[in-house]
């Protein structure tokens, strides 16, 4: 186990070394604030997966590595897409690209919500100033074939965070079971900063020379986006791609595990499963131009989920899903 | 006499489940307490959002000493009869006892048991209760194996007496029973040790924890009622939003706020729905204006700025909430102002049901179904179709895409908007209705002839494509659309043939089901079907004279067996007499929870008339009133007396008595008096029946009473003399044949 996660872990010690209560300036404050608490943490910092995805859950470094039986704690952010949420930059909180903060710690420790709250506390929002509440949201993604129990985490009647227990994966039982907390950033930081508009949110130090702006970075991205999004996306396209993802996909993890030029075992899990995240992102693209009726909806996300639940059966083939090498085989 | 305190205190545990979960904790320790030896006086259960608790009050110190005898074979029996018994029995076999009894010497085990210190029991029943506990969802954490609702942090395990308290020893998965607890999450201190329930209760409350729901939610109702008292305004009360929100906080800080200004224009359960889905406030109202201007929510916790920072930030959510349903409100109307024409499109590509079609076709459906309707419930048929066929544009606006729950209501805002008549707008909010057995029917003519449309439109195509509810699946909500189309016949007392409209529409959806492979001639034919069916009551006798007609045409469709019109033809009448059946079903669940039995119900709709559901409950009303009247009573067991005689003398002579009662070979008295009285009834009944007034058919019936009792009392039926035994015969046919004018008798029970 990562030192400091886990029992024993001194949450106030920690705010105090590292930021007082000070009020973060800017959005990007937040973000390394948050960085800095989780690494003190003992997790694993990593970088956003170079991969268009929905959600910051779509990470291998969450979806797959909540798989098996090998210890994990990892925090990072993750840029999100969700065409049909654009708004042309112009609505107050409403983004068709955003970032997430995600962590995933496996086995959920015992005192998660304490160390979660750290974090608020952490990012500047005072405990005994605010009204914290774990209200019951049971997350589940039909595209994984995933499902947990958990709390939406309401600040003074604002949803800051999803916080989940995952119980299955791709299918599988999550044994352990993975902590997972994700964080809704431009909405978040909003709220601490004291911002009613994301354009206008400090991006960066307002006193900084070059002082930016959310709007400044993304405006004019969320227009040429929504535009694309709605209108102008080759639909045709999309869906020859969402074919040839899904076709990749199955034929990758056709191939056996055992590699004939290096003779290794090498289960390709990885690059499977990235079939499967563009297969989820294509979709999403065609459900945002409007053509993808009701009935196919459903359809086309038990496509994804069978992508999903394939490449999940076969990261748990690999070592870092649990795959004990020696004996050859996946332990009970 | 010792007490015991359990609290089991975990992360947080959803509202909704709470008061159930006390509950289950409350009966399952209890009951095996019980089930081991172990009575005590009072049990009480609590919940708030982090532990479960149960006290139970003077538990037995340790369950009772037991002894048992137990008769074993006999002393001689074979050697392995004897060790089964001593199996069975668990003692060895120098612990058993022989004795002489008459049959011979038998072994006797005699089963002693010591009473077990209740600590032992209660560590037991615990741990079965918390492995086995009946969460809706439960869930595992870490790398244990455990399930609760969300991960369990302590147990508190306490038997407290005059002597002091000990900690009932336990272990479960790693989590150690212990006598220590904590407060509120956030305005609690340190954990704290606790000797029984008082001093639990009171260290809580210390702490910041109301223990008892209903303590919280009082206090809730009382402060949010105290601050709307006091701003000149009254709290809209909403007791499920008080049970949620008491079980959403252990320490309740009530706050008001206030509604922007820009905001209150919204129509009021747009506000009132709005800020309870997303952010558990209650509305507060002006009671002047009806408006809904500030709103309550409640905190979990005491603020050095006396909740300022909070009610800012909750005030701040609700705005960009609230500009969310303003934009939704105003580009709606902008859509409504120009006719609605853009959703009624939109519902072009919107899938109903995969066979069914789309919206749109189903709005169709129901229009023409509307305007059918409309002289049955009294309204103007181009009122009703248009009303159906606006009625569901909603479906397609952004407010009841964000708010389903809202559906109907915003169809009658913006009907209105839409510049509609009013009656029109009212059945676009009331033609859901009646959505339960408590939910009110609608009032119009024009909203009960949409409401009645949609529902059997909705019934006829699931039956039409045999999807019908199985045993407790019903997800379509057949059952209730049934009820619904009951409750509304029954009251507008509206007469119509069911069955008539029953067959048109299952037509109707036939002829749209097989629209793609049907040819120009059949697709006419159908048609004509539909609208003769008005003319002939029925799809058979329609059928059959547009098929007659048929013939002479050039060009006809094939009708053969195997084609489509002859497939059609085969099906509707069966699918249409179960579809009855469904709704005589669904009638006597409704009937019999106002107190009218089946078998009543079962003996009018043997006499026909059954797709006149009105006409039907009148005649069984007054049947079961009649029934209950000693005339009623005494009639029923002279009918069934005549029956009997007459059905046995029937088998046995192999001839129906049925004719030629003749009253110059009346013997007795009792006899001519009997003839007479018939005579006299039986005029009246059938008028009775004629003018549709079961009550007086069944007053003309109770003068046969006397008569009836007195020929049974007087005449022997079977008597020597053939003549006049079949004279007699034929009289009791008479009876018979009276009774059964007004309804099947025979299928009365007792």
Partial sequence: MAPGIGKGANVT??????TETTKPKSFQEIIL???????????????????????????????????????????????????????YGENPNRLQHYYQYQVLIKPSPPDLQDLYLGSLEAIGIDMDMHDIRFVEDDWESPTLGAWGLGWEVWCDGMEVSQFTYFQQVGGHDCAPVSGELTYGLERLAMYVLGIDHVMEMPYNDPQAPIALKYGDVFRQTEEEYSRWNFDVADTDMLFRHFEEAEAECRAILEHPASDPKTGKRIVMAHPAYDQCIKASHLFNLLDARGVISVTERQAYIGRVRTLAKLCADAFVQTEAGGYDVASAQVPA | MPDLLIE??????????????????????TDALVEAGLTYAGAEAFSTPRRLTLAVHDLLAQSPDTREERKGPRADAPEKAIEGFLRGAGVARDALEERETPKGNVLFAVIEKKGRPAAEIVAETLETTIRNFPWPKSMRWGSGSLRWVRPLHSIL??????????????????IEAGNVTRGHRFMGGAPFAVNGFDD??????????????AERADHIAQDAQNLAFAAGLELVEDKGLLAEVAGLVEWPVVLMGEIGEDFLALPPEVLQTSMKEHQKFFSVRNPKTGRIERFITVANIETKDNGATILAGNQKVLAARLSDAKFFWENDLRVARAGMGEWLEKLENVTFERQLGTQAMRIARIARLARALAPVTGADPDMAEQAARVAKADLSSEMVYEFPELQGLMGRYYAE?????????????????????????????????????DKLDTLTGFWAIDEKPTGSKDPFALRR???????????????????????????????????AKATTGEIDTLEEVIEEISEHGVFGAAFHAVLDRLKDRDGAPETGEGSLLRTVGDAVPDISTDLLAFFHDRLKVHLRDQGLRHDVIDACLELGGGDDLAMLVRRAEALGAFLKTEDGDNLLQGFKRANNILTQAEEKDGVEYSFGADVKFAETEEEKTLFAALDAATPRIEAAIKGENPTEALEALASLRAPIDA???????????????RNRLNLLSRIRATCLKIADLTKLQG
């Fill in chain 2, 417 to 453: 908007a839409a510049g509609f008549p009013v009656e029109v707008a009212q059945a676009a909010q009331d033609h859901y209705a009646p959505l339960g057995p408590s939910d009110d029917v609608p009032e119009g003519a024009v909203s009960r002839a949409v409401a009645l449309a």
């Fill in chain 2, 711 to 725: 020929f049974f009392e007087a005449v022997q039926v079977n008597a020597e003399n053939e003549v006049l035994r």
């Fill in chain 1, 33 to 87: 604030r948050l960085q800095a608490y989780w690494a003190a943490k003992g997790c694993a910092v990593m970088q956003p997966y170079d991969m268009e995805v929905g959600a910051g859950t779509f990470h291998p470094a969450t979806t797959l590595r909540s798989l098996g039986s090998r210890p994990w704690a990892a925090a990072y952010v993750q840029p999100s897409r969700r065409p049909t949420d654009g708004r």
């Fill in chain 2, 200 to 213: 639990y209760e009171a260290k809580l409350k210390r702490d910041h924890v109301i223990l008892s729901p």
């Fill in chain 2, 481 to 515: 659309a049934a009820l619904g189309v009951i409750r509304i016949i029954l009251a507008g007392n509206m007469r119509l043939k069911l069955d008539s409209f029953i067959d048109r529409h299952l037509t109707l959806h036939k002829l749209g089901l097989n629209r």
């Fill in chain 2, 157 to 174: 395990c306490i038997l407290s007496d005059e002597q002091g308290t000990t900690t009932v020893p336990l272990d479960i998965d790693g």
């Fill in chain 2, 8 to 29: 089991l205190l975990s992360e947080e545990i959803p509202a909704r489940m709470q008061t159930r979960a006390a509950e289950d904790l409350k009966k399952r320790m």
């Fill in chain 1, 13 to 18: 010690g920690v705010i105090a070394m590292s």
